[in-house]
């Protein structure tokens, strides 16, 4: 028949529990529960496929010859599924036999087996109801599963289940004080750095000099000291010139000036980062667990079998040692927590000694990084200054004269400059006599072009004049850039040439800045059209 997985109840639980429950008013009704069920179709229905025990006849390829093959025996399974499938994964990981595994098991050998193995062993390990399910098989073991042989097995070892816990106990205990003891040996170190810190007394007096000095008047000000928690407010006050520029700036700008060796400070508390992330409840509370399993441990081993006492009497005359000197430890902690809230003048009931190391470390860490922004600021300004000093040069030198736009480009990155230098290349050309003379020559050509393309023997030659300037193309207007080239031209031309042809501006009544060209004004000899 195949097997329902369920939860079976003892029959002594159900007498145990009197006749007043579920189970026992069940039983009284067998003889109802027999007629209404047939268990003839019940068979039908739920029957497991039967193995034949003979042997069966198999063909060859040829079909001559038959050989004689055994069916598998078939494996009887106590265990629900789950169960059975979870114990066998487990089992399977280990290379060794059953009775090898449960032999490692009753000499505590904890080399073979980890901690996480023995939590999960303990998982499987079933419980009282189903051992004894597992104890009234008569049948052959060997037709069994390997969960139920193993079970078996670890059945016949006196208290199993306490062998296993004593072994996760050793496992756990090992783990847990290599990672307390060093965590408290790093609170102690860093707690007597801070405390012993010429470096920080400096610091903290300039602090509390520069607060002094900002509160001036007010509530804040003529402080004897400060708290702690205001160390790192000095990043939160800015700079009016400059919103990346923080107190903390400043402080370390002056410490560079004036006291540089106060600069090693991040280096003598050197043992504040890795003890900052230490919590001291946390230590305090793995200790105490520690001591209560380690109690429990022993008063179960006092009615437990002598072998099983015999192998756990070092281990724990060596843990309670271990547990004394830990808390003999947090002891000090607790001392020094109290010395240290005394030396820097604050509260007895709200100083905590891991916060306090948690704090230094951040102050430590941002007056670093304070340090090294300054040196990059400094870094820039000075490439900012090289970089004005060459423009300044390249301009005084006249660098720039007769190269191209895209070469100006490449030394003029700004805006504005690229654009004085185009003015600047576009005036050194007005100022060359020999491209004046060639403009010169240009206009007259346009004017006398116009003048001949419009003559007629009924105007005269200054109507022709004027019929041409007006039927001319229009010229270009000059930007304001040129308009001021050009006004500081007639200044400097004033008295010294004669040839130069000097513009006109002419206010017009649509715009203020529009140039006009008048030749008839121009200085100079006048110009002769068409003549």
């Given at each position: 028949m195949k097997k329902l997985n369920w939860n079976r109840i003892a029959p002594q639980r159900v007498g145990s529990m009197g006749q007043d429950n579920l189970w026992a008013k069940v039983s009284l009704s067998d003889s109802m529960t027999?007629?209404?069920?047939?268990?003839?179709?019940l068979e039908a229905f739920f029957s497991q496929a039967e193995f034949p025990s003979s042997s069966e006849?198999?063909?060859?390829?040829?079909?001559?010859?038959?050989?004689?093959?055994?069916?598998?025996?078939?494996?009887v399974t106590l265990l629900d599924t789950k169960s059975s499938l979870n114990a066998s994964i487990f089992l399977k990981q280990f290379k060794c036999s059953l009775p090898c595994l449960v032999k490692t098991i009753e000499d505590g050998d904890t080399t073979k087996l980890d901690v996480d193995q023995l939590r999960v062993l303990l998982q499987l390990l079933p419980d009282r109801d189903?051992?004894?399910?597992?104890?009234?098989?008569?049948?052959?073991?060997?037709?069994?599963?390997?969960?139920?042989?193993?079970?078996?097995?670890?059945?016949?070892?006196?208290?199993?289940?306490?062998?296993?816990?004593?072994?996760?106990?050793?496992?756990?205990f090992k783990a847990?004080?290599?990672?307390?003891?060093?965590?408290?040996?790093?609170?102690?170190?860093?707690?007597?750095?801070?405390?012993?810190?010429?470096?920080?007394?400096?610091?903290?007096?300039?602090?509390?000099?520069?607060?002094?000095?900002?509160n001036y008047g007010g509530l804040g000000g003529n402080a004897?000291?400060?708290?702690?928690?205001?160390?790192?407010?000095?990043?939160?006050?800015?700079?009016?010139?400059?919103?990346?520029?923080?107190?903390?700036?400043?402080?370390?700008?002056?410490?560079?000036?004036?006291r540089p060796e106060l600069l090693k400070l991040p280096e003598q508390l050197s043992s504040l980062k890795k003890a900052s992330t230490v919590s001291i409840s946390q230590i305090t509370s793995q200790v105490n667990s520690l001591a209560k399993r380690l109690e429990r441990t022993e008063t179960l081993l006092s009615t437990a079998v002598k072998q099983l006492q015999l192998q756990m009497s070092e281990f724990l005359h060596n843990a309670k040692v271990t547990i004394d000197e830990l808390k003999e430890n947090l002891t000090k902690v607790r001392i020094l927590e109290q010395n240290m809230a005394t030396y820097f003048s604050e509260s007895q009931d709200?100083?905590?000694?891991?916060?306090?190391?948690?704090?230094?470390?951040?102050?430590?860490?941002?007056?670093?990084d304070a340090y090294r922004e300054n040196i990059r600021r400094r870094e820039a300004e000075e490439r900012a200054r090289e970089l004005r000093k060459k423009r300044e040069e390249a301009r005084t030198s006249g660098?720039?004269?007769?190269?191209?736009?895209?070469?100006?480009?490449?030394?003029?990155?700004?805006?504005?400059?690229?654009?004085?230098?185009?003015?600047?290349?576009?005036?050194?050309?007005q100022s060359n006599p020999v491209r004046r003379?060639?403009?010169?020559?240009?206009?007259?050509?346009?004017?006398?072009?116009?003048?001949?393309?419009?003559?007629?023997?009924?105007?005269?030659?200054?109507?022709?004049l004027h019929l041409a300037k007006q039927m001319s193309p229009p010229r270009r207007q000059p930007s304001i850039q040129e308009e001021r080239l050009v006004e500081e031209e007639m200044q400097a031309s004033q008295g010294n040439d004669a040839d130069l042809v000097k513009p006109q501006l002419m206010l017009d009544s649509g715009s203020t800045s529009n140039l006009h060209f008048n030749p008839e004004e121009a200085a100079g000899d006048p110009i002769s059209l068409g003549e």
């Open positions: 027999s007629e209404t069920l047939d268990y003839q179709h006849a198999a063909t060859s390829f040829s079909g001559d010859k038959k050989q004689q093959e055994m069916s598998p025996a078939p494996v189903t051992m004894e399910m597992l104890q009234r098989f008569s049948g052959a073991t060997s037709k069994l599963g390997d969960a139920e042989k193993f079970f078996l097995l670890l059945h016949e070892l006196p208290d199993y289940r306490l062998c296993i816990e004593c072994m996760q106990m050793r496992l756990d847990t004080v290599e990672s307390v003891q060093p965590t408290i040996e790093w609170l102690q170190e860093a707690g007597k750095e801070a405390m012993s810190s010429n470096l920080l007394t400096g610091v903290f007096a300039l602090v509390l000099s520069m607060g002094n000095f900002m004897a000291g400060f708290q702690l928690s205001s160390l790192l407010k000095l990043d939160d006050t800015r700079a009016n010139f400059s919103r990346t520029t923080t107190l903390m700036h400043y402080l370390l700008d002056s410490i560079e000036k004036k709200t100083f905590r000694l891991d916060t306090t190391i948690d704090l230094l470390s951040k102050f430590s860490q941002r007056f670093e660098k720039y004269r007769g190269q191209s736009a895209a070469a100006a480009a490449e030394e003029v990155t700004c805006i504005m400059d690229s654009l004085m230098e185009e003015i600047r290349m576009g005036y050194q050309l003379d060639s403009m010169k020559k240009a206009e007259m050509s346009r004017l006398d072009w116009s003048s001949q393309r419009y003559q007629s023997p009924l105007l005269s030659a200054s109507n022709q």
